[in-house]
């Protein structure tokens, strides 16, 4: 689940749906980069397991999907986008798990923790973004943002735990962002549901211990996905640069890796903690963001 970004203020990188950032640094970056990507990938069954994955119509969500159905999961693939989860399902044919799709506003509580009775493995993906200053920042966006990227995964949490703590197994992993572990100006409501997401996920692995439950959270940086695309036209326009430097100056300023993360490598991150060589990691966050947390 997205929604628009603006032009306006310019910040640091943000790390899932969408994002606006700026800075300074080196320009011999390209937009089409192609991704340094594992050669296999790891080695995981999900057979009779039931995985629920949001935002799921495109993006990271789409890629995670994809993955777990791979796998052998049934997926019931959240999102708002209708449109978007049949080509989603289309994509799924021929693997060996299932996608189903699920219309969802996540804004529905009540109807979010119900969709997450019966998950084995839950992924909480969706998001939104809007850049303005703290004085700007509309209030009811503050207030959705909130709702869709901290109530909402708590919700479905909720409805899934019963069942994970039933069987003794469940696999947690909340797609955090760079903005999880640090903050970027203009961009208060994101970095406040991922800084709340971090430490719901963390009390999540504490609680779910006894019970055979991991919790953890993945924190991309800028991920190559048609909405950053967009943004990466949109900041050029804006700024009267050309888009080569609105990826090295603006988005990959503070990444040691100079190109955009793959939506397929954030999914191989998730799968990986579905392994069973992943069962001692919980309560912490992967960062997947080219070395820009290392600073």
Same mark, same amino acid.
């Given at each position: 689940?997205?929604?628009?970004?603006?032009?306006?203020?310019?910040?640091?990188?943000?790390?899932?749906?969408?994002?606006?950032?700026?800075?300074?640094?080196?320009?011999?970056?390209?937009?089409?980069?192609?991704? #340094?990507?594992?050669?296999?990938?790891?080695?995981?069954?999900?057979?009779?397991?039931?995985?629920?994955? #949001?935002?799921?119509?495109?993006?990271?969500?789409?890629?995670?999907?994809? &993955?777990?159905?791979?796998?052998?999961?049934?997926?019931?693939?959240?999102?708002?986008?209708? %449109?978007?989860?049949? !080509?989603?399902?289309?994509?799924?044919?021929?693997? +060996?798990?299932? +996608?189903?799709?699920?219309?969802?506003?996540?804004?529905?509580?009540?109807?979010?923790? &119900?969709?997450?009775?019966?998950?084995?493995?839950?992924?909480?993906?969706? !998001?939104?973004?809007?850049? $303005?200053?703290?004085?700007?920042?509309?209030?009811?966006?503050?207030?959705?943002?909130?709702?869709?990227?901290?109530?909402?995964?708590?919700?479905?949490?909720? !409805?899934?735990?019963?069942?994970?703590? !039933?069987?003794?197994?469940?696999?947690?992993?909340?797609?955090?962002?760079?903005?999880?572990?640090?903050?970027?100006?203009?961009?208060?409501?994101?970095?406040?549901?991922?800084?709340?997401?971090?430490?719901?996920?963390?009390?999540?692995?504490?609680?779910?211990?006894?019970?055979?439950?991991?919790?953890?959270?993945?924190?991309?940086?800028? +991920?190559?996905?048609?909405?950053?695309?967009?943004?990466?036209?949109?900041?050029?326009?804006?700024?009267?640069?050309?888009? %080569? $430097?609105?990826?090295?100056?603006?988005?990959?300023?503070?990444?040691?890796?100079?190109?955009?993360?793959?939506?397929?490598?954030?999914? %191989?991150?998730?799968?990986?903690?579905?392994?069973?060589?992943?069962?001692?990691?919980?309560?912490?966050?992967?960062?997947?963001?080219?070395?820009?947390?290392?600073?």
């Amino acid at each position: 689940m997205t929604a628009p970004t603006t032009s306006g203020p310019v910040s640091r990188p943000s790390g899932s749906a969408a994002a606006e950032a700026s800075g300074g640094g080196p320009a011999s970056v390209s937009s089409s980069s192609p991704a #340094t990507a594992p050669s296999a990938p790891v080695a995981l069954d999900l057979g009779g397991r039931v995985a629920l994955v #949001t935002g799921a119509a495109s993006g990271i969500g789409r890629a995670c999907a994809l &993955r777990l159905a791979a796998a052998g999961a049934r997926v019931r693939a959240v999102d708002r986008d209708g %449109e978007g989860l049949d !080509g989603l399902v289309k994509d799924a044919k021929g693997l +060996v798990g299932t +996608v189903e799709p699920s219309v969802l506003d996540l804004t529905d509580l009540d109807a979010a923790e &119900r969709a997450a009775a019966g998950t084995d493995v839950l992924v909480n993906n969706a !998001g939104l973004q809007l850049v $303005r200053p703290i004085e700007d920042f509309p209030v009811e966006v503050f207030h959705t943002v909130l709702t869709v990227m901290l109530e909402a995964p708590f919700r479905l949490i909720r !409805g899934a735990l019963p069942h994970m703590y !039933g069987q003794g197994w469940g696999r947690i992993i909340n797609v955090s962002s760079v903005h999880g572990l640090r903050a970027s100006a203009f961009k208060s409501a994101y970095v406040a549901a991922k800084h709340g997401l971090e430490g719901l996920s963390k009390t999540a692995a504490l609680e779910g211990a006894p019970h055979g439950v991991t919790s953890n959270c993945v924190n991309p940086g800028y +991920v190559r996905t048609p909405l950053v695309e967009k943004q990466i036209a949109d900041q050029a326009e804006t700024h009267h640069i050309p888009e %080569e $430097r609105v990826l090295a100056d603006v988005l990959l300023q503070d990444s040691a890796l100079k190109r955009l993360l793959e939506p397929d490598e954030v999914a %191989e991150a998730v799968a990986y903690l579905c392994t069973a060589q992943a069962s001692f990691i919980t309560g912490t966050s992967l960062a997947l963001d080219g070395g820009w947390t290392a600073h």
